[in-house]
């Protein structure tokens, strides 16, 4: 095909796909390609999009001007993810360098994919003249620091939230290969300029990001970088308290003054404490933290959202900030044997569609799976799902065991993925990789004390292509 777009002698773009199976960033360019897909094909949905991100790491040494790993076109707008999720997804294919396709209608664009999709600033990280990708700093479990150098001797950094609430992120112009001892930092969603003297900070929301571009400069042109976090936890047991902490810190080298900090809980919740709080002064390299606890009194509804705002002057004027935190509210499953199927999820990620309840995981759809099938054994209920998956529900301590039988289900003869059991964040089974036509396998496990059990099914090391994963008559006891 290069060879043939050589001769017809016009300039024309070649762009590769055989979705990544055979390593074509190793010879796609000599082959006279201009981008090569590096993945099996996107789906417009969070599992899916970070399932194909994590294929990227170590990739970034093959991309460069000529020659372009292309980790599948945008979802942006297509309306299966949030707007959190969707920013992540612009500026971390942005920092990689990616052919920035839009995959949605773009003659019906909302005003919140405009902003995301028209952003000067992102788009102008992916188009740097230099051509590096990207990459990957830093993996801290649920939060990352990825980052890359830009022509003009600035760099970027985007903070990614990978968790179920909210987190305060940190990173340094030094974790960025950049030296000095003061640095200009434009929030490039917000476009706001701050100082700082190397910390990197940000409230970051679940599943979202802060992206940051940082100059070394020679004295304080702004004013100071200041954060307010608020941090109350992912979820909310039903009438019980919780405590908040509100936090407010100064990275830049000029003083914060006059600070007031408030905090607003939801219609049926009392705040015991200072919920209200005058701070004369914030100094440099310094943090304000307050831990307020938080009652029930009348709660409605299924969910806690709380909203935080702080008013403060500095050498460059007044400023404000603002921050939130939430969650779903929990309630542990009843005694006896609940079908994971009936099972309220606290979180629900798939790789391909929903995840499915007494089903296969079907197609892209919700309701379009078949019957739970492994090796031709036919199972009456289950879980139906596609690597990556995580299913997670509350528990609250009170049961007992999980009991499964694992397989890739009949509705494709390839795949392969792995199953894991956790509780509280701690492994408590897995299987080894399976693969179509391995017999399927019995899991029980233990669960006492545990609060939260994730299910997990993973792609088996190769890419998630028809990694179809049942869990066949899935429950736990209580």
């Not at 372009?68 to 309306?79: A, F, I, R």
């Not at 440099?284 to 009194?297: F, L, Y």
């Not at 995580?390 to 999980?402: A, D, H, I, N």
């Amino acid at each position: 095909m290069g060879d043939a777009i050589k001769k017809t002698g016009r300039p024309m773009v070649y762009a590769l796909c055989e979705w990544g199976e055979n390593q074509p960033w190793l010879w796609g360019k000599g082959s006279g390609a201009q981008l090569w897909r590096t993945t099996g094909d996107i789906s417009d949905n969070w599992a899916s999009m970070t399932g194909i991100l994590d294929q990227q790491v170590g990739l970034e040494k093959y991309s460069g001007p000529g020659g372009w790993n292309d980790p599948d076109m945008l979802e942006v707008g297509n309306g299966g993810m949030t707007d959190a999720e969707y920013r992540s997804h612009f500026a971390l294919w942005s920092l990689m360098n990616a052919p920035l396709l839009a995959g949605n209608d773009i003659r019906s664009m909302p005003d919140a994919t405009k902003k995301i999709l028209e952003n000067k600033d992102i788009v102008a990280l992916d188009q740097d003249f230099a051509g590096t990708q990207g990459h990957k700093v830093r993996d801290d479990g649920d939060t990352e620091v990825w980052s890359k150098p830009m022509s003009d001797g600035s760099a970027a950094v985007v903070l990614f939230n990978r968790g179920l609430s909210g987190a305060t992120m940190t990173s340094s112009a030094a974790e960025l290969g950049l030296s000095g001892k003061d640095f200009r930092v434009r929030d490039l969603w917000t476009g706001a300029d701050t100082e700082t003297t190397g910390t990197l900070r940000a409230l970051v929301p679940s599943h979202g990001s802060a992206v940051f571009r940082v100059w070394p400069t020679k004295a304080p042109s702004a004013a100071p970088s200041t954060t307010l976090s608020l941090d109350a936890g992912e979820y909310f047991p039903a009438g019980k308290p919780f405590t908040a902490k509100l936090s407010l810190t100064n990275d830049g080298s000029t003083p914060v003054a006059a600070a007031r900090v408030k905090l607003t809980a939801p219609a049926g919740w009392r705040i015991d404490g200072r919920g209200d709080a005058f701070v004369p002064a914030v100094l440099p390299g310094k943090t304000w933290q307050e831990s307020v606890r938080i009652a029930p009194v009348n709660p409605s509804g299924d969910k806690v959202s709380l909203s935080a705002d702080a008013s403060y002057f500095t050498a460059w004027g007044a400023r404000k900030l603002t921050a939130d935190a939430g969650g779903p509210v929990v309630t542990p499953l009843p005694p006896g044997v609940t079908p994971m199927s009936k099972a309220p999820f606290v979180v629900s990620e798939n790789g391909w569609g929903p995840v499915e309840r007494g089903t296969s995981n079907g197609e892209n759809k919700a309701g379009d799976g078949n019957p739970i099938t492994i090796n031709g054994q036919v199972y009456p209920d289950g879980l139906g799902a596609h690597a990556p998956s995580l299913v997670r529900v509350y528990l609250g301590g009170g049961c007992t065991s999980f009991s499964s039988v694992v397989g890739l289900d009949d509705e494709f003869a390839t795949g392969s993925i792995t199953f894991e059991v956790h509780g509280d964040g701690k492994t408590l089974a897995s299987t080894d990789v399976l693969r179509h036509g391995a017999p399927a396998q019995t899991l029980n496990v233990p669960l006492k004390g545990v609060q939260v059990l994730d299910l997990i099914v993973t792609d088996g090391g190769d890419g998630n292509n028809t990694d179809h994963a049942d869990w066949a008559n899935a429950a736990v006891t209580c």
